[in-house]
């Protein structure tokens, strides 16, 4: 069986599954890589402050051990989600909430320099209708993590609207701004026109792995990674899919001819290794 790499999920040890439970239910439908980006604080059942996003990180730090050591190769993300922007609008000014979202993005360098994080996620721009101003301050901050991720060829998980070749020529417009490797920078949870304008224009891309959208993803070039966008959150199980499922999700395509094994190895470890920079499995 092609060894199966979960490119996006969520972890959440204090109100959902937690990696304890979901890494071996993982490994034994052939996981071998999981990217986990962490939650915002209030998903922890922390405050909603600059301490509570420190804490949120160090539980995402010892989520991605935790994965470790079940025996998955993991990398760690941590970032300022465009929807926090919303969240702190109500009740911080326009420049505090921006001040907050880059001193989180500094707290995320400090965590790159010292080797506890790989990664950048998510940062971008909300995917619902919201105050002007607050695209604005998400795309600031977006714009700081390609900074970063230029200083330590990080990879950066991007959320966005599914805006079609307008949301694709944006970034990759931002990727050559900022001298960014193109291969670190991933548009996340990309469905139909916008993902088929990220793979023509050579933007990687992540794509949920649901049984309905996987069967129609498989006819384009393999050129994206498959991921759980699992929230572990138990008031909304197993959305967008759980770990262990979207594994099975692509076996049932292999075992019913949609795809072949080349297809899927290229999809779950070819393109793991260039993106997320990890050794292959053995």
Not at 231 to 241: L, S, T
Request: aromatic share 8%; glycine share 10%.
């Amino acid at each position: 069986m092609v060894p199966i790499a979960d490119g996006h999920t969520h972890s959440n040890p204090v109100k959902g599954l937690g990696m304890e439970k979901i890494a071996p239910k993982f490994r034994e439908e052939g996981g071998w890589f999981v990217a986990i980006v962490g939650l915002s604080p209030w998903h922890y059942g922390l405050e909603a402050t600059f301490e509570g996003y420190e804490k949120a990180l160090e539980i995402t730090v010892r989520e991605c051990e935790k994965a470790r050591k079940a025996g998955l190769k993991a990398s760690c993300l941590f970032g300022f989600h465009p929807a926090d922007v919303d969240k702190f609008m109500g009740r911080m000014q326009p420049h505090e909430v921006l001040e907050l979202g880059l001193k989180v993005l500094e707290l995320v360098e400090k965590g790159l320099r010292e080797g506890k994080l790989d990664g950048i996620g998510e940062v971008g721009r909300q995917h619902y209708k919201t105050h002007p101003i607050s695209v604005v301050i998400a795309e600031k901050i977006m714009d700081r993590a390609f900074q970063i991720s230029k200083d330590f060829d990080a990879v950066v998980h991007l959320h966005l609207e599914q805006g079609g070749k307008v949301s694709v020529i944006d970034i990759k417009e931002r990727i050559e701004r900022y001298g960014t490797n193109s291969d670190r920078i991933v548009m996340h949870h990309l469905r139909g026109k916008t993902l088929r304008y990220a793979i023509e224009e050579g933007v990687r891309c992540t794509v949920p792995g649901v049984k309905g959208l996987l069967e129609n993803v498989v006819s384009l070039p393999p050129e994206y990674i498959i991921e759980s966008d699992h929230i572990d959150d138990p008031k909304r199980p197993g959305i967008v899919v759980y770990p262990w499922e979207m594994a099975r999700n692509q076996k049932e395509l292999l075992e019913n001819g949609l795809v072949e094994e080349d297809y899927l190895y290229r999809v779950n470890v070819e393109n793991v290794v260039k993106v997320f920079k990890v050794e292959p499995p053995t």
